[in-house]
């Protein structure tokens, strides 16, 4: 948020005013045309814009792992071969995002706000489920560019402090919020990545067999989705891979994501398919 600080060099009154712990809240009060639901739409028809597919997500033994393709398309049009989709939310916490690309990244720089806002207010982390609730309103409150073809619906994964293990979440266009257990999958190729996971998900993973699983099903979904993007060894664009412990938030460097590709891609040079059931 920009703010027209006075030559004093002093706060606005605004910053220094008792409020709710929300930002969006202050946001409404202060400066509400800056909230992407306030902005001004065409009367009628569906606004072309990149669009980022796919993002998927599972559980192990001490975390979670959350990825996603580099791929966003225009319609038939690869719009960006490069772009990032997975980003921390705060340090126990990260959202990947699918739907409208330049919307999205927006959303999720302000629920990074709006999570920061509320440790600094109320002095505590929000829990993950608080935090999984408040990227629910903040979808919801995106219906109306939803209806004209401007959607964002995220994953959302973290490491839950008070129960001690890894969750996932997944919402619809409308914000309705759902705990997805061991896996999850969203965006257009969300379908075969899915049907992936299932075939070889099994409890008590390690982290580096479900980062393995992860770019498994981003292999599967980019082979029968057109706007999801496999691994491009050529370019040395990879999947961006995550991981959430007890520890906190973080990515896999590009050496560590590569290697993941590479034993799986020299795999696939002898089953194109990918493996059977079990047998990552």
């Known amino acids: ?8 060099g002093r706060l606005p009154a605004a910053f220094l005013t008792p409020g709710s712990s929300s930002f969006m809240d202050f946001l409404g009060v202060h400066r509400p045309e800056m909230l992407p639901r306030n ?18 997500a599972a559980t192990f033994t001490g975390g979670v792992v959350l990825a996603g393709d580099r791929r966003a398309t225009m319609g038939n049009v690869i ?9 921390p939310a705060d340090e126990y916490s990260a959202v990947g995002i699918a739907g409208t690309a330049g919307l999205a990244v927006e959303m999720v720089k302000l629920f990074q706000l709006e999570l920061e806002h509320f440790e600094k207010v109320e002095g505590v982390s929000l829990s993950l489920e608080g935090k999984a ?16 073809g401007l959607a964002v619906v995220p994953l959302f994964a973290g490491w839950d402090v008070d129960r001690q293990k890894g969750r996932i979440f997944s919402y ?10 061991g896996y999850a999958a969203t965006g257009s190729g969300s379908l075969f990545a899915r049907g992936a996971l299932k075939k070889l998900f099994r409890e008590n993973l390690t982290e580096e067999q479900a980062a393995t699983l992860v770019v498994q099903a981003l292999y599967d979904a980019a082979d ?13 664009i990879y999947p961006i891979v995550t991981v959430i412990t007890d520890e906190g938030f973080r990515k896999l460097t590009d050496a560590e994501a590569a290697e993941v590709v590479r034993a799986i891609h020299e795999r696939r040079l002898e089953e194109p398919d990918g493996p059977r059931a079990g047998l990552l």
């Open 224 to 236: 029968d989705d057109s706007a999801t993007g496999g691994p491009d060894l050529a370019r040395r």
């Open 79 to 87: 719009a960006q071969r490069d772009i990032e989709k997975v980003f």
């Open 39 to 56: 902005r001004q739409l065409p009367a009628q028809g569906v606004i072309e814009a990149p669009h980022g597919t796919t993002i998927v």
């Open 1 to 8: 948020m920009e703010a027209n600080f006075p030559s004093t």
């Open 133 to 148: 609730n408040r990227l629910s309103t903040m979808i919801r409150s995106n219906l109306g560019m939803a209806m004209q």
């Open 172 to 181: 619809d266009v409308t914000g309705g919020r759902s705990e997805e257990h």
